[in-house]
Each structure stands twice: as structure tokens, then as C-alpha cells.
């Protein structure tokens, strides 16, 4: 196993399995300009840096996986002759928006584990990865609205996709906790764990993305493109990737293996 520390962030990558660990406790994750920084660089690591990494798992370190933007260092860019901030959303656009559209187009399935209170940006973190566990006592909080802002970080675009539009209205206008329990009956997320399994449990359907085809990187991107694709265009998707995985070692290893009866051995290429 391989462990690096990135700034704010830890990196453990153990054979086809990495872990970005938002590790900034003290101030419950909270997404600072060190802990983006150090995760951009994990993903560094995690695409260019040869490991062939088929899974990746995002969790927070201590009781929170993050309350979102650090607002010390928002009100620290600069102000107006009104003492506010001359433009909150340049910071998403320098610092957010790069790791949520590689997040996005990552090459493996990507899972989060919400071990804790998940507010803000961090949302928008959680819900772009594919696979979303939660620990019991966890919750979710837009809370844009409670210092006067905008949801963001893609929270607008996917969380009416996931629970539909009266529901998102509902929890970016309100601002109120979303229990984890709530979460997944409402279809935000995909499974609920006691708090002391949920990294046990994560990590065990981890193991199975890891040792998959390396067609799931195409089954993630044609369920992502669904979202916005009409059915003609969506057929067209799938006859492109079909063509990609089909040209995959797996593919091969995947029918010869269901030929002779006999569990696949992939290697994710």
C-alpha cells in the first residue's frame, strides 16, 4: 500500500484501489484552499501517475466528510468599497469547477463516503461520484442559503435529476438537514450504513468496481450522458462506447469466461 500526504488531503492507493481522505478535522474538512489544491494533485496521482486505479473512494477524515467552503478564506480575496467580496464565483471557477469536471470525466467508478455532516460545495463533491454510502447518523445541508448565497459545485444540475424539482427547492430554499436515512428514500443516495461498518462496507463493493471490466469507465460515462441526451442521441452514445468497450481485453476475457463457465478474470484493459 502507498500513502501520501497532499497538503490537506491524504492519498492511500492499494493495488487498483485509491482513497482521497479530506484530512483537515480540526475544521471539520472544510474545504480550504490547501485541501482543493491537495486534492487536485491526488487526482494527479490517481490518473497520470501509473497505478491503474479502477476505483476510487472519497471520505473525510474524523466526524465530518466536509462543511464546505472555508468562508474565512472566502472573505479574504478581496472586498468592495462595501467590505464584501468582489466575486465569490470566480473562486468556483478557479479552484471548484477544475476538480468537479475531472471528477466528472474520471476514467474509473468513483464512491463517496459520507462519514458525517456533508454541507455546502461538498454536496456537490459527494453526489458527482457514482456510488454514494452513508453512515447512519450522517446528513446532508445545502446551506447556501443561510449566508446568502447560491447553491453550487453542480448541487442545481444533479440533486433535481436525483430526488426531482420540488424536493431540491425545498432544501436549497429551506436550508434544513437532510437525515441519511431521508436521503435514500428519496433516491440521493445509494446505501446506509451503521456508522462503525460504513468504510467496511464501502470498501467491499470498492474491491468489486476495482477487479471489474475496464468497460465501466464506459458504463459511467453513457449513464452521465443520459442526464442530458434525448433518446436518439442516447442511442447513438451507446453505439459509440459499445464500439470502445468492445475493442477492450475484458470484453474478450468476459465472453471466453462465460463460455467455459468460469468466474472473469479482468485486469481493466
Same mark, same amino acid.
Not at 424539482?165 to 428514500?185: Q, V
Given at each position: 500500500m502507498t500513502k501520501m500526504s497532499l497538503s490537506d488531503i491524504t492519498l492511500e492507493i492499494d493495488n487498483e484501489l485509491a482513497t482521497i481522505t479530506l484530512n483537515r478535522p480540526d475544521t471539520l474538512n472544510a474545504l480550504s484552499k490547501g485541501v482543493l489544491e491537495g486534492f487536485y494533485e491526488a487526482l494527479d496521482h490517481i490518473e497520470f501517475g501509473g497505478h491503474n486505479i479502477r476505483c476510487l473512494i472519497i471520505t473525510g477524515e474524523g466526524r465530518a466528510f466536509s462543511s464546505g467552503a472555508n468562508l474565512s478564506e472566502t472573505m479574504d480575496t478581496g472586498s468592495n468599497e462595501n467590505g464584501f467580496p468582489i466575486d465569490v464565483g470566480l473562486q468556483l471557477e478557479l479552484s471548484y469547477h477544475p476538480i468537479m469536471r475531472r471528477l466528472r470525466n474520471l476514467h474509473c467508478p468513483i464512491i463517496s463516503a459520507i462519514n458525517g455532516p456533508c454541507a455546502g460545495a461538498a454536496v456537490g463533491i459527494a453526489l458527482s461520484c457514482d456510488l454514494i454510502m452513508a453512515a447512519r447518523s450522517s446528513y446532508f445541508l445545502l446551506a447556501f442559503r443561510n449566508i446568502?448565497?447560491?447553491?453550487?459545485?453542480?448541487?442545481?444540475? =444533479?440533486?433535481?435529476?436525483? =430526488?426531482?424539482? #420540488?424536493? #431540491? /427547492?425545498?432544501? %436549497?430554499?429551506?436550508?434544513?438537514?437532510?437525515? #441519511?436515512?431521508?436521503?435514500?428514500?428519496?433516491?440521493? =443516495?445509494? /446505501?446506509?450504513?451503521?456508522?462503525?461498518?460504513?468504510?467496511?462496507?464501502?470498501?467491499?463493493? %470498492?474491491?468489486?468496481? %476495482?477487479?471489474?471490466?475496464?468497460?465501466? /469507465?464506459? =458504463?459511467?460515462?453513457?449513464?452521465?450522458?443520459?442526464?442530458?441526451?434525448? !433518446?436518439?442521441?442516447?442511442?447513438?452514445?451507446?453505439?459509440?462506447?459499445?464500439?470502445? #468497450?468492445?475493442?477492450?481485453?475484458? !470484453?474478450?476475457?468476459?465472453?471466453? %469466461? !462465460?463460455?467455459?463457465? /468460469?468466474?472473469?478474470?479482468?485486469?481493466?484493459?
Open positions: 446568502g448565497l447560491v447553491p453550487d459545485c453542480g448541487v442545481t444540475w =444533479i440533486v433535481p435529476r436525483l =430526488i426531482g424539482g #420540488a424536493r #431540491a /427547492r425545498e432544501l %436549497a430554499l429551506l436550508g434544513e438537514k437532510l437525515p #441519511a436515512e431521508t436521503a435514500l428514500e428519496w433516491g440521493l =443516495i445509494n /446505501r446506509v450504513f451503521d456508522d462503525e461498518s460504513l468504510m467496511e462496507e464501502t470498501v467491499k463493493v %470498492a474491491r468489486k468496481l %476495482a477487479d471489474g471490466p475496464s468497460g465501466q /469507465r464506459y =458504463i459511467r460515462q453513457v449513464m452521465w450522458d443520459s442526464l442530458d441526451n434525448n !433518446f436518439e442521441t442516447q442511442l447513438d452514445r451507446e453505439r459509440q462506447l459499445q464500439f470502445q #468497450a468492445g475493442q477492450t481485453k475484458d !470484453f474478450h476475457e468476459g465472453v471466453t %469466461a !462465460f463460455l467455459e463457465k /468460469r468466474p472473469s478474470k479482468f485486469t481493466g484493459k
